[in-house]
């Protein structure tokens, strides 16, 4: 569970960042924007492989042993729960 401990750390690190949207200058605007952008496109790259390995894991092929049917999945595994499916600002407010 090493990664999980990671993962958690890495959430609570970009959490502790406060954004200098509204007092920054144009440049440190402009350079907390693309760093931002930078962080994102990391997180989408681990979204979506942590998605096609649930899709994986999921298949049909596997019968009562994947991960879907073990976990009682309605949805498929893999698809954005409906969570990631809310609005910025509502899930902004939701955390």
């Not at 401990?5 to 920054?24: C, E, K, S, Y």
């Not at 899709?55 to 999945?73: C, V």
């Amino acid at each position: 569970m090493h990664e999980a401990a990671d993962l958690t750390a890495a959430l609570a690190a970009v959490r502790a960042v406060a954004p200098r949207f509204l007092t920054a200058s144009d440049t440190e605007f402009l350079a907390d924007l693309e760093l931002v952008e930078r962080i994102g496109r990391v997180v989408d790259s681990l979204r979506a492989t942590g998605a096609a390995e649930a899709e994986h894991r999921s298949r049909k092929t596997l019968g009562q042993e994947s991960l879907a049917f073990r976990f009682g999945a309605r949805e498929k595994i893999g698809d954005p729960p409906s969570s990631a499916r809310r609005t910025g600002r509502l899930a902004a407010r939701a955390d």
